[in-house]
């Protein structure tokens, strides 16, 4: 992919953390505005631009192009509940510190009015918001210089904590009480002359995928966490669950879901860099080739990924070599470590 021209740099990056799995996010908690609670479920269409959607797959009734919207979202146990997942169109789980996780979720269809706790900015951002370098911003909370640098060098509006749309929430303590309002941030956000480009192939409507082995539960094991997805025939969706307990959504209550569950398996590293506790700052790979899992329709496909660079888009495909096409809707991708297990019944 041709590399375009670095976006301008939005945000208060005054504050470079040594490290954020643990620590208060670097801004002064003045800079933002402070709010009762996170807000409830107002969310406003986004002009989505192209049909059918790029994140989803989905019909977007050709409103015009805007940016893609990312946010990183806290998951350890006292972020959750969480705000705005349900609302995203596509979230990668990562690994980060001590064998935890962290979400990046990415916003192009709806644009909640509250996404978080707000977290801080990893490595592997770069890679994954890379592919769409022509109009893209990520919404975080302070980290390590080197990294807010390199996801910046791959094309990406980089805001951080006293930009438009972040405020504090006071039923909840600092770190834990970031969030951000999408639905106003999106306005100090460079928008884009041409759609986005799709994140993978999808379904057309009336088309099925058969062929795949039936999968009633997929459980995820990081170094320390495990995802957890159960299919729900009734409903065509696979509800998560982190540590065996269900995610549920902060604003309805009701279990997070998705449409298409993808497991990418990829080789890590530990960087030079730690946490305030001392663990070594993970970084996922992915740049090369590994093993790809997907779930959709209660069933259980596998296959490749391949990734040319950090600014190129994931390429899968199934075991006969074919592009992969998921079915319309939300997916969810889990970038296991190869040192992690994937469990299927």
């Avoid at 596998?302 to 998921?326: H, I, M, S």
């Amino acid at each position: 992919m041709k590399r375009r021209p670095l976006l301008l740099v939005i945000g208060a990056l005054t504050l470079a953390l040594a490290s954020c799995t643990s620590s208060v996010p670097g801004a002064d908690s003045s800079s933002v505005s402070s709010s009762p609670a996170p807000a409830q479920s107002t969310t406003s269409e986004a002009p989505t631009g192209c049909d059918p959607a790029p994140l989803t797959g989905l019909t977007a009734h050709g409103a015009k192009p805007q940016a893609v919207l990312g946010v990183k979202v806290e998951n350890s146990p006292r972020a959750r509940p969480q705000s705005g997942l349900e609302d995203a169109d596509i979230v990668f789980v990562q690994l980060v510190e001590g064998g935890e996780t962290r979400f990046l979720a990415l916003y192009d269809s709806v644009l909640p009015e509250s996404v978080g706790p707000v977290r801080s900015i990893r490595p592997t951002d770069a890679a994954l918001l890379g592919q769409w370098d022509a109009g893209v911003a990520l919404f975080f909370s302070g980290g390590i210089q080197d990294f807010v640098n390199k996801v910046n060098a791959a094309g990406v509006q980089v805001l951080e904590e006293g930009a438009k749309g972040f405020y504090r929430a006071s039923t909840r303590v600092a770190p834990h009480n970031l969030y951000v309002s999408l639905a106003e941030g999106t306005g100090v956000v460079s928008q884009p002359e041409q759609c986005s480009e799709a994140f993978v192939h999808y379904l057309t409507e009336g088309e099925t995928k058969d062929g795949g082995v039936p999968a009633s539960s997929v459980t995820v094991a990081y170094p320390s966490v495990t995802s957890g997805w159960a299919w729900n025939a009734q409903a065509s969706a696979w509800e998560r669950s982190d540590d065996g307990v269900e995610t549920t959504s902060l604003t309805s209550g009701e279990v997070v879901t998705a449409t298409n569950v993808v497991v990418v398996t990829a080789q890590t590293r530990n960087l030079s860099y730690t946490d305030v506790a001392g663990a070594a700052v993970p970084e996922t790979i992915l740049e090369g080739t590994g093993k790809l899992d997907y779930f959709m329709t209660g069933q259980h496909f596998t296959g490749t990924w391949q990734k040319a660079g950090v600014n190129e888009p994931f390429v899968f495909t199934d075991d006969q070599g074919d592009a992969v096409a998921l079915e319309p809707g939300n997916t969810w991708v889990e970038l296991l470590p190869a040192s992690g297990s994937l469990t299927v019944k």
